[in-house]
């Protein structure tokens, strides 16, 4: 559609449909988002009145289960939220892409060099250029594209902004340029592709995996170019629960090699049985190595370790309770995973912090107002960002108000399960 015809569509009951699909209750708050967007486009790049400018959204993710497992091939349960990332876009025949993200400069890069530039390490460019050449290296023939992006996926809130802007010019480019022969999980392996290779980050494929696919899922990374993706038959609104993101205000500047020591801590281990991986190694083998690994890696390093294992074996278990109505398991699931990561994993204080511990300040702050109820944990990679909290639904005033008095107004964010992932809205 043109940019007049889509003014009007976007008030059309046909759109609202389609929204309600993505954002349920909060439909009308998020329909003014796409009005804007397009007003956007147009400051930022005109309109002739021909260009074909279709809508796209990406959601954020949260993680439910499998905290800090998939970087050793084991599984995690995740899902999208009603937090995403939306584009308007319109292919060209330049050789240039051109991404104006609102609050940020333009960011555009030229086709005829798709090679990793060391200058773009760690920069929207980056990850632009990567997820362009792998579709390109794919067989797409990529002509160009203009587009503007609005967000409501907080960068570090946790619910990984990078992998819903990923999966966003992964969808469009699949749309536009490659007939939408890339399933979601290919989009959701293409961004970390571009993550990885392009950006300079050695993530795993959790985020990128759960917005790409959607609603409530498990993935197994055993085979990680194969990953099995199984979505789960559940209907997370009829569980009684709400699903609370907790702003502990920590900052994730200097906290690289908090984050990097887990996976090369945990892979030295696997290493001394001659794999490259935990997932290869059998609990066994690694029990019956303790001491010997102790003396060779330290406390921290088996500490890790026993938490992959646990936590990696709870995931299928939580699936199982949530589908078969078996609530009071899945939150005794939950905060088992909870206490692994805080006593084994050792990812909720950086090494040092006496004075500043606020992701542990945040979660003794969920266990005091929830006094049994519900369950927390950390949420993604730890040290700062955010805490998670299942929260009975007759609490959730309760809780969130007097988490946001204690804790710091805005910290509390109550989302909904969101059942669509990475999408071309019209």
Not at 118 to 138: D, H, P, S, W, Y
Not at 183 to 196: C, F, L, M, P, S
Not at 332 to 350: A, C, D, F, H
Not at 395 to 415: A, K, N, P, Q
Request: with cysteine; hydrophobic share 40%.
């Amino acid at each position: 559609m043109n940019l007049s015809v889509l003014k009007d569509y976007i008030h059309t009951p046909e759109f609202e449909k389609a929204v309600w699909k993505l954002y349920a209750e909060k439909s009308a708050q998020n329909a003014g988002r796409y009005e804007d967007l397009l007003k956007l486009y147009e400051k930022t790049f005109g309109s002739d009145g021909t260009e074909d400018i279709a809508l796209f959204s990406a959601p954020g993710r949260t993680e439910i289960g499998g905290n800090h497992t998939d970087h050793e091939h084991g599984r995690v349960m995740a899902a999208s939220v009603d937090l995403d990332t939306i584009a308007a876009a319109a292919a060209t025949q330049d050789g240039t892409i051109s991404i104006l993200s609102d609050g940020y400069p333009m960011c555009t890069i030229g086709l005829d060099d798709m090679s990793v530039r060391q200058e773009e390490i760690n920069t929207t460019a980056a990850l632009i250029r990567g997820v362009a050449a792998k579709f390109a290296g794919m067989g797409a023939r990529i002509t160009g594209f203009r587009a503007v992006v609005t967000s409501s996926v907080l960068p570090g809130s946790g619910l990984s902004s990078s992998a819903a802007f990923e999966v966003l010019v992964g969808n469009i480019i699949n749309s536009l340029f490659f007939g939408n022969k890339a399933d979601a999980v290919k989009i959701a392996q293409i961004g970390q592709y571009a993550e990885n290779v392009y950006f300079g980050k050695p993530s795993g494929l959790m985020d990128q995996t759960a917005s790409s696919v959607g609603n409530m899922l498990t993935i197994d990374f055993k085979d990680p170019e194969n990953p099995v993706v199984r979505k789960l038959d559940v209907d997370f609104e009829k569980t009684g629960l709400k699903l609370c993101i907790i702003n502990c205000w920590a900052s994730h500047a200097d906290l690289t090699g908090e984050y990097a020591a887990i996976p090369v801590e945990e892979q030295k281990v696997a290493g001394y049985f001659g794999k490259k991986v935990l997932r290869e190694v059998p609990k066994k083998d690694f029990v019956e190595a303790v001491p010997q690994l102790r003396k060779k890696f330290g406390d921290r390093a088996v500490l890790r370790c026993f938490h992959f294992y646990a936590d990696d074996a709870r995931v299928p278990r939580q699936a199982a309770a949530l589908e078969s109505g078996d609530i009071d398991t899945f939150l005794k699931l939950v905060t088992e995973s909870g206490r692994s990561s805080w006593m084994y994993l050792q990812n909720i204080v950086p090494i040092g912090s006496n004075e500043h511990q606020e992701m542990a300040i945040a979660l003794a702050l969920c266990d005091e107002l929830l006094a049994g109820e519900g369950a927390f944990r950390v949420h993604g990679g730890g040290f700062a960002g955010t805490c998670q909290a299942f929260v009975p639904a007759d609490r959730i005033g309760y809780f969130t108000s007097e988490m946001e008095r204690l804790l710091g107004s805005g910290c509390c964010h109550v989302l909904n399960i969101r059942p669509v992932g990475g999408t071309r809205v019209c």
